[in-house]
């Protein structure tokens, strides 16, 4: 069972509950009386970032380069516009 603090005990003793969430416990903070917040050990992720790439394109947080359909195009349309630039800041 998660040990209860108050938001004011929480406060004064945050070192306290932060070594308790180290050691796995969890720590319920209550405001009021009502439960509101839970402070408990972060899962070890065993995800690799191919993983973690091929699950966000499945939620549609991200959209991989070739679902695009074209490639990039060039921003300058004159070519060497970047050693024109360059020569003149000289």
């Known amino acids: 069972m998660a040990q209860v603090y108050s938001t004011y005990e929480a406060k004064a003793k945050f070192s306290e509950i932060i070594r308790k969430v180290r050691a796995g416990k969890c720590v319920v903070i209550s405001f009021r009386g009502e439960h509101v917040a839970e402070i408990r050990p972060i899962e070890a992720a065993e995800e690799t970032v191919a ?40």
Not at 52 to 81: D, Y
């Open 51 to 90: 993983g973690r790439l091929q699950r966000l394109e499945g939620e549609g947080v991200l959209v991989g380069a070739r679902a695009r359909g074209k490639g990039f195009r060039p921003i300058v349309r004159k070519p060497g516009a970047l050693a024109r630039f360059l020569r003149s800041r000289e």
